[in-house]
């Protein structure tokens, strides 16, 4: 039986098994709740029932294989009754038990034994609060939830059984398929879970909490199986800090946190990243009745110029673009509205026609087609039963049918969650509109659906991120020139040098033709500014004297090399080793200032030209290679190709290399040249 075979038995069960005390008849009555119509059956050497179910004493006496069993036991004791399943032949278990990888070495160890003692089970845990599955009415869960029985919709994949209990008593109108609370992930990294939901049709979309990813090239595996099926990936990740930090001696090691490369990973493989909870549920609810956006392109319609200004500062807050209406357009809706009224996008419609379907409809399905990506109607309701909400039916019956006329996408959204009653999204999620509960999250979700979409229409160009583990041997450094020898036979190009001692300074200057750059030399030599080490611009032999005086108080071995000018813009191109990504580039503006401007983009690898390119682009050193304000551009293919030989350098060497950084790479009209490198790696 496959992993995923036996995930999908667990998840799907005919038959459940449920072991341990209260929290096991908390599952019993959980699954008879919802409605489980398979077997379920009880073990218990000390109880005569559970839920009203008979109790047998052993595994032995079980009347079959269960599909699915519940353990709720000490550690030691959960351990022993999976090894009996796993001899058994049953696919999988919830291992409730915590006190494992979480609690320290000895929870470290007790969980390797569960591995072991699993076998080819799939094991949701431990230190989890297990699943319900809505679809098919299986609960093995022992505590309340707030969802109901659905036919279709979101899988929800969190690390925290909190949040994911949490969630489930949500008021946004989010169907959910699958809550799964997975824990420690023993014997299942996210990817797995992620594959076999891909196979049931009735997932819409799936969120993911994350607070850590074991298995980063699987993961990109299955979001990218996840584009390609086109079911959509919400992630909230928590624990922003960076994680596990080495210390590096080089500016690149400093710059990319953890953090920083989970944005990465998602940006890369299609993968919508939420900052908040609100934002997660928002993006989850339009991702499963909506689905992903070819672009980012948002109209806007209300009955109040503050609202239109609401979401107009909200869309330029999060880079969503409002283009301007078509002229045609403009002038049939200047013609159906009020001379008084301003017609724009966003569109402030004002209450001439409210309560006027025929007008509200026409005026709709004027500004629908435009053909934005996703229409906005700002909608409040009154709350309360005893509410009459007839005006605000016939404007929601307006936009519905102008929707259906025009064929366009449009949602309806209250600017605040409270002011879409339970009654109204119900209704709205009927007709087939969207009920968006807070502007802001409404058009981040917009946002969100777009970067999938847009991932969707690439899919094929994607490629998953490299596996890599370090390989064994001492940390070494090498030195500048030895650094850049090794990047110059990738074909990184390197100013013309001497290597020499400090007798020989002003000779090799004198070969090179001024000016020059001093530098001294040595393998524990990583910021040569920071400890005087570097003279630039030196015109004449008597200040290649008087520099090599100063640093040969500390330093015995020398580089002098001709000038690289005139320069355009100074990079940074880095690489170093994550103890969860492995080995990683980074690319930004560069020079003395590098850790203050702190103007980077993290990539992983391998890496795609078009990749390093849109990253280049996003930098302020992008905008000085492209000719800022008609100054001189820079050698953007030469940089491009630097960059490139630079990762292809990391991935031949990717056993050994710890950290390289070229800092700077000059950039002039006709070049890109690294002036600075250095290199630390396995020996």
């Not at 014997?187 to 994350?210: K, S």
């Not at 930004?588 to 590098?594: E, S």
């Amino acid at each position: 039986m496959t992993k995923k075979e036996a995930l999908r038995r667990l998840l799907q069960p005919k038959s459940v098994a449920v072991f341990g005390g209260n929290s096991a008849v908390a599952v019993v009555r959980q699954c008879k709740k919802i409605g489980f119509d398979g077997d379920i059956w009880a073990v218990s050497p000390s109880r005569k029932e559970m839920g009203g179910i008979p109790c047998v004493a052993s595994i032995a006496e079980l009347p079959g294989i269960p599909d699915a069993s519940f353990v709720a036991a000490p550690p030691q004791a959960s351990l022993q009754i999976i090894a009996e399943l796993s001899a058994l032949g049953a696919p999988g278990a919830v291992c409730f038990a915590a006190g494992f990888a979480e609690a320290g070495s000895e929870g470290e160890a007790l969980q390797k034994q569960l591995r072991e003692a699993a076998g080819e089970m799939a094991i949701i845990g431990p230190n989890c609060h297990g699943f319900v599955n809505y679809l098919d009415g299986v609960a093995l869960w022992p505590d309340e939830h707030g969802g109901v029985r659905t036919k279709r919709g979101v899988a929800l994949i969190t690390q925290s059984g909190n949040i994911a209990l949490n969630l489930t008593m949500q008021q946004r109108s989010l169907d959910f398929a699958y809550v799964i609370s997975i824990g420690n992930n023993s014997t299942l990294a996210l990817g797995d879970y992620i594959e076999m939901l891909l196979e049931d049709e009735r997932v819409a979309a799936i969120g993911l909490h994350i607070e850590g990813l074991r298995d980063i090239a699987g993961f990109s595996r299955a979001a990218i199986a996840a584009l390609q099926k086109g079911v959509p990936l919400v992630a909230l990740k928590t624990g922003r800090s960076t994680l596990g930090a080495e210390i590096t001696m080089s500016h690149t090691g400093s710059l990319a946190g953890s953090d920083r490369l989970y944005s990465a990973l998602f940006e890369r493989v299609g993968v919508a990243r939420c900052d908040t909870v609100p934002q997660f549920l928002e993006t989850l609810k339009f991702m499963s009745l909506v689905g992903p956006l070819r672009d980012n392109t948002l109209g806007s319609m209300s009955c109040s110029g503050g609202e239109a200004s609401l979401v107009a500062d909200c869309a330029d807050r999060l880079n969503v673009s409002m283009p301007a209406l078509s002229a045609s357009s403009t002038a049939q809706l200047r013609e159906l509205l009020s001379p008084k009224v301003h017609v724009a996008n966003p569109l402030d419609y004002h209450l001439y026609i409210w309560g006027n379907y025929e007008q509200l409809n026409a005026c709709f399905a004027k500004f629908l087609r435009n053909g934005f990506a996703c229409t906005v109607l700002v909608l409040d309701y009154p709350p309360g039963e005893g509410a009459d909400q007839s005006n605000w039916e016939i404007t929601e019956k307006a936009l519905i049918d102008a929707v259906q006329s025009t064929g366009q996408c449009a949602v309806i959204v209250a600017s605040l969650p409270e002011t879409l009653p339970a009654n109204v999204r119900a209704r709205l999620k009927a007709a087939g509109t969207a009920p968006m509960q807070g502007i802001e999250d409404c058009v981040f979700a917009i946002r969100a659906a777009a970067g999938v979409g847009m991932a969707q229409a690439r899919v094929a160009e994607i490629e998953p991120v490299m596996s890599v583990s370090a390989g064994s041997g001492e940390p070494t450094s090498l030195d500048e020139a030895a650094s850049k020898a090794a990047l110059a036979e990738y074909g990184i190009r390197v100013p013309g040098a001497w290597l020499c001692s400090a007798e020989g300074t002003v000779d090799a200057a004198n070969r090179l033709g001024y000016p020059v750059v001093l530098k001294a030399v040595s393998d524990q030599l990583a910021h040569k500014s920071e400890a005087g080490a570097v003279a630039v611009g030196l015109q004449n032999a008597d200040a290649v004297r008087q520099a090599t005086d100063r640093m040969a108080k500390q330093f015995d071995r020398f580089l002098v090399e001709e000038m690289v000018q005139p320069t355009v813009a100074e990079l940074i191109v880095g690489v170093s080793r994550d103890s969860s990504f492995g080995l990683t580039l980074l690319i930004g503006t560069g020079g003395t200032l590098v850790e203050l401007v702190r103007d980077t983009k993290s990539l992983l690898l391998p890496v795609q030209r078009h990749e390093i390119a849109d990253a280049l682009d996003g930098l302020m050193a992008g905008a000085l290679i492209n000719g800022y304000r008609g100054a001189a551009a820079g050698d953007r293919e030469a940089v491009l190709d630097a960059i490139e030989a630079i990762a292809a350098f990391a991935l031949q060497h990717s056993d050994t290399l710890l950290e390289l950084d070229v800092n700077p790479l000059l950039v002039t009209p006709q070049a890109a040249v690294a002036v600075d490198a250095f290199i630390r790696r396995l020996e």
